[in-house]
């Protein structure tokens, strides 16, 4: 990584401290992976402490790669701290009756409990909803799994690729005629983590007006069913079965990927001013003058005449040149970047999303930074992702417990 670009230095810890919406809630993170980690994470963006209960080996991510960020001895997994940042970690033996304990204490005091075990894994433990409910009728108890904590696939474990075939996700993404197709983003278990984190403020917002936490529960099958949005509803409302499309869209056109001179450009007339724009800036005088497709109808009637001629009046551009036209004309449009030139783009470096930040034992590393602006700043990385267990001494003295317990609590 020595070619890396700098990304300049880290967000002051202290810049948006004054409003971070969730400072002073504790957030008690029994998760792993992606799904759990994303929302906990969004959750450590807003301000809340997240405490990351790691078992004794950690999360099974800290040992996926290559890729391995590494400074000497040190190894960190890339995947690891791309879901990481603003926690601590605490590494606690739930086998164990100290770990167990230790675990107690730790949601004694805390306001949000998230977890993506099994179905009946957190009941096993003595963890459960109703138990926690009747000790601490405050705490707010968050859960993601695979396919809900009832029916008939309820002890069924739950990955990305899994939900996003059953959730027929797979069934219309891709080209026609092509195998289906995963998205290339585990995005079943990114938009369950942001689903729950959504229904997890909910739940705060209603716990202030009722002094009461309750239990929110996400599913990724769920989730990705309602992910389908417009494609689902042409099935619920006409019965349609919708199959893949590539990158076009089935009711406006032009509307997608197309290709020019020296790359790829994603162009958007949503709507019939904007087409006549885009045949300005193009100079496609004829199309501009074909009354068949003067509305967007015509033109999702007539998409392969149009865009065999589109297509050939790109052929002739640059992709700067089609850029620059599109721009001058009012017509929206991007570039198809690859990640060097997403962090190469001017708008993505001015913005800060990629940051520097001190790291326990890599030195530094860099991470993406939370992509809100909350109180007309950006919120901070005010922590990198921790190392395994970094924290578990510093949490047990918080929590009144010897710190000099830390290796039974984590046998």
Same mark, same amino acid.
């Given at each position: 990584?020595?070619?890396?670009?700098?990304?300049?230095?880290?967000?002051?810890?202290?810049?948006?401290?004054?409003?971070?919406?969730?400072?002073?809630?504790?957030?008690?993170?029994?998760?792993?992976?992606?799904?759990?980690?994303?929302?906990?994470?969004?959750?450590?963006?807003?301000?809340? #402490?997240?405490?990351?209960?790691?078992?004794?080996?950690? #999360?099974?991510?800290?040992?996926?790669? !290559? !890729?391995?960020?590494?400074?000497?001895?040190?190894?960190?997994?890339?995947?690891?701290?791309?879901?990481?940042?603003?926690?601590?970690?605490?590494?606690?033996?739930?086998?164990?009756?100290?770990?167990?304990?230790? &675990?107690?204490?730790?949601?004694?005091?805390?306001?949000?409990?998230?977890?993506?075990?099994? !179905?009946?894994?957190?009941?096993?433990?003595?963890?459960?909803?109703?138990?926690?409910?009747?000790?601490? %009728?405050?705490?707010?108890?968050?859960?993601?799994?695979?396919?809900?904590?009832?029916? *008939?696939?309820? #002890?069924? &474990?739950?990955?990305?690729?899994?939900?996003?075939?059953?959730?027929?996700?797979?069934?219309?993404?891709?080209?026609?005629?092509?195998? *289906?197709?995963?998205?290339?983003?585990?995005?079943?278990?990114?938009?369950?983590?942001?689903?729950?984190?959504?229904?997890?403020?909910? &739940?705060?917002?209603?716990?202030?007006?009722?002094?009461?936490?309750? /239990?929110?529960?996400?599913?990724?099958?769920?989730?990705?069913?309602?992910?389908?949005?417009?494609?689902?509803?042409?099935?619920?409302?006409?019965?349609?079965?919708?199959?893949?499309?590539?990158?076009?869209?089935?009711?406006?056109?032009?509307?997608?990927?197309?290709?020019?001179?020296?790359?790829?450009?994603?162009? &958007?007339?949503?709507?019939?001013?904007?087409?006549?724009?885009?045949?300005?800036?193009?100079?496609?005088?004829?199309?501009?003058?074909?009354?068949?497709?003067?509305?967007?109808?015509?033109?999702?009637?007539?998409?392969?005449?149009?865009?065999?001629?589109?297509?050939?009046?790109?052929?002739?551009?640059?992709?700067?040149?089609?850029?620059?036209?599109?721009?001058?004309?009012?017509? *929206?449009?991007?570039?198809?970047?690859?990640?060097?030139?997403?962090?190469?783009? *001017?708008?993505?470096?001015?913005?800060?999303?990629?940051?520097?930040? !001190?790291?326990?034992?890599?030195?530094?590393?860099?991470?993406?930074?939370? %992509?809100?602006?909350?109180?007309?700043?950006?919120?901070?990385?005010? /922590?990198?992702?921790?190392?395994?267990?970094?924290?578990?001494?510093?949490?047990?003295?918080?929590?009144?417990?010897?710190?000099?317990?830390?290796?039974?609590?984590?046998?």
């Amino acid at each position: 990584m020595a070619d890396r670009p700098e990304w300049g230095g880290a967000v002051s810890a202290a810049q948006g401290r004054g409003t971070l919406p969730l400072a002073g809630v504790r957030v008690a993170d029994f998760t792993r992976v992606l799904t759990g980690p994303f929302c906990t994470m969004l959750l450590g963006d807003l301000g809340a #402490d997240v405490i990351k209960v790691e078992p004794p080996q950690g #999360d099974d991510t800290r040992a996926w790669g !290559p !890729p391995f960020q590494t400074s000497g001895e040190a190894r960190e997994s890339s995947y690891f701290l791309s879901v990481n940042r603003n926690k601590r970690s605490m590494v606690l033996d739930l086998k164990s009756d100290a770990g167990r304990n230790a &675990a107690a204490t730790l949601l004694a005091e805390t306001d949000i409990l998230v977890e993506n075990f099994r !179905p009946g894994t957190m009941e096993r433990l003595g963890f459960g909803w109703a138990d926690l409910h009747a000790r601490s %009728p405050r705490l707010i108890y968050a859960s993601v799994s695979g396919f809900g904590q009832d029916g *008939p696939y309820r #002890d069924r &474990a739950g990955y990305d690729v899994i939900a996003q075939g059953m959730g027929g996700l797979m069934s219309y993404n891709g080209e026609e005629g092509r195998p *289906p197709l995963r998205v290339g983003v585990a995005v079943a278990d990114v938009f369950s983590g942001a689903l729950l984190t959504q229904a997890i403020l909910a &739940a705060l917002y209603q716990r202030e007006h009722t002094g009461l936490g309750q /239990r929110v529960d996400v599913n990724l099958l769920e989730s990705v069913i309602a992910l389908g949005s417009s494609q689902v509803s042409r099935y619920l409302a006409v019965g349609e079965v919708p199959g893949p499309i590539g990158n076009e869209h089935r009711s406006i056109v032009p509307y997608g990927t197309l290709a020019c001179a020296d790359g790829f450009v994603n162009i &958007a007339a949503g709507n019939d001013s904007l087409w006549r724009r885009l045949c300005l800036g193009l100079d496609l005088h004829g199309l501009a003058s074909d009354e068949r497709l003067a509305t967007n109808e015509g033109r999702v009637t007539h998409r392969t005449y149009l865009e065999e001629h589109l297509l050939a009046a790109l052929a002739r551009l640059s992709r700067a040149e089609v850029m620059s036209r599109l721009e001058q004309a009012g017509v *929206p449009c991007g570039p198809v970047n690859n990640l060097a030139e997403v962090f190469a783009d *001017p708008h993505v470096q001015a913005r800060g999303v990629a940051v520097d930040v !001190p790291h326990a034992s890599l030195g530094r590393t860099t991470v993406t930074a939370p %992509p809100w602006d909350v109180g007309g700043e950006k919120l901070p990385v005010r /922590r990198p992702p921790p190392t395994l267990g970094q924290h578990t001494e510093e949490i047990l003295g918080e929590l009144g417990l010897n710190p000099g317990a830390a290796e039974h609590v984590a046998e």
